[in-house]
């Protein structure tokens, strides 16, 4: 069973890195392209108003790919854990247990959208053609939350399974045949917001029969088994609330948006909510490549903590902060030298649409480089096993967010709506620095103390 455990000695801290790093943010963009060529096709072929109502719809699918981050980076961070301690068997009992996890709780998903999804819609103040157009959207989805579940959770198992290059592949398959399905449903039959739900699930339904399929054959390095016995409640405890962190980052980002879709409605028009989408797409973006560091950084992170290397971690920490960096900088000056052609690619015809993106853009994206601080944050408590701090920073990412948005469109109008949130990551960012210098202080701790390789050094010289 030893052959199952990476021992990444013989790396550098930056290769360590950016081993995981590179097909972390391949995966995660690959992924969110299933979200953003919706956007691409739909804000083409059917305008402003099927816009508006995929952002609508957003929020209710949410939850759904919530509960299969959850468990991807909850029992993935067990699993890496498992192999910087050297137990292998933790680890087969951490997929079985993640397995039951996506049945039951995309179970529960399905449930919750067809009870309340309808309910949801209407509280964003949905209406008219966007309304029915968000409908279809959530229905298709409702029938198919186990897909859309545990095709989140089950490239981030298989990555922390030492195949990164594999997870990857996995979602280029499916964003590849999302793609052509988006253009024969959407542009080719006219099937509008239902015809991109179908698209978008039964790409993710190929990535989940070849994800399992991966997990029990003979190339898995950890392989899945149906034995009920392994199952165990304490474990899926575990899980949760080690993933916890990352549900309730993809609950605010739900949360944030309908309310955004809300104030957009009644301080402006669905032409807002749109424009909304159009930034949103944008900034998707950059955390689709900031969540791809972050989700990197965990990995080694994890491994160096189980092994007690606190230089390595550090310097792991201070790499993906001065990547993240470079890359909102460039981000933000990308998005005002070149706006037109960023906007582009969701909408070339309405010029009122382009001309309210632009702004929404340049004040609600000024802040970027907060956001993928936040980002490393959550993922780094989480690498080192404190899930609790974890999900604070994301419970406070969504709390702090609440009072700017209900003050500030009141004063301002619309373009307080769009300041709302780069203003509330300033906030939290100062409120949270005593967290992270406690952290510092703990993880100097943890370096003081003995390592294994130490302890039996010592106890050779004694028995000399």
Not at 17 to 37: D, E, H, R, T
Request: aromatic content about 10%; some cysteine; charged content about 10%.
């Amino acid at each position: 069973m030893s052959n199952l455990i990476s021992k990444p000695s013989s790396l550098t801290v930056s290769q360590h890195f950016w081993k995981y790093a590179i097909p972390s943010i391949a995966a995660m963009l690959v992924s969110g392209l299933y979200q953003i060529i919706d956007g691409i096709f739909v804000g083409h072929y059917v305008g402003f108003e099927g816009l508006a109502g995929i952002n609508m719809a957003w929020p209710v699918i949410c939850c759904i790919a919530g509960v299969g981050m959850m468990i991807g980076m909850g029992g993935g961070s067990l699993l890496s854990i498992s192999r910087g301690e050297n137990k292998p068997e933790d680890g087969q009992r951490v997929l079985n247990n993640a397995i039951a996890l996506i049945v039951l709780l995309s179970i529960a998903a399905a449930v919750f959208i067809h009870l309340w999804g309808e309910s949801l819609l209407l509280l964003q103040s949905a209406s008219g053609a966007n309304y029915t157009m968000a409908m279809d959207y959530i229905e298709v989805f409702a029938y198919g939350a186990f897909f859309t579940a545990a095709a989140t959770a089950l490239p981030l198992l298989v990555r922390n399974d030492e195949n990164p290059g594999l997870a990857t592949k996995l979602l280029i398959v499916g964003a590849t045949l999302n793609i052509a399905l988006d253009y024969l449903l959407i542009a080719v039959y006219p099937l509008g917001l239902k015809g991109a739900a179908i698209a978008t699930l039964v790409s993710q339904a190929v990535v989940v029969v070849l994800g399992f399929s991966y997990f029990f054959s003979s190339k898995a390095n950890t392989k899945a088994k149906l034995n009920l016995s392994s199952i165990c409640f304490s474990q899926m405890k575990h899980i949760i609330v080690l993933g916890s962190s990352s549900l309730f980052m993809f609950l605010y980002f739900s949360f944030i948006i309908a309310l955004h879709n809300y104030l957009f409605m009644k301080f402006g028009s669905a032409v807002h909510v749109a424009a909304f989408a159009i930034v949103g797409y944008v900034a998707t973006t950059f955390f689709l490549l900031a969540e791809g560091i972050a989700s990197g950084m965990q990995p080694p992170v994890s491994y160096y903590y189980g092994a007690k290397e606190v230089s390595n971690i550090k310097a792991t920490v201070k790499l993906a902060v001065k990547v993240i960096m470079v890359l909102a900088v460039s981000t933000v000056t990308f998005i005002n030298v070149f706006p037109e052609f960023v906007i582009g690619f969701f909408s070339s015809q309405d010029q009122a649409l382009m001309a309210e993106t632009l702004i929404g853009m340049r004040l609600h994206l000024f802040a970027l480089v907060l956001d993928g601080l936040i980002f490393i944050a959550t993922m780094y408590f989480m690498a080192v096993n404190q899930g609790g701090r974890s999900l604070t920073i994301s419970l406070g990412n969504m709390l702090i967010q609440i009072p700017f948005l209900l003050m500030l469109p009141s004063l301002l109008g619309v373009n307080g709506i769009w300041l709302s949130v780069p203003l509330s990551n300033i906030a939290l960012c100062i409120i949270l620095s005593p967290l992270i210098f406690s952290e510092i202080k703990r993880i100097n701790q943890l370096g003081e103390q003995p390592t294994k390789s130490d302890l039996h050094t010592f106890s050779e010289l004694n028995a000399s």
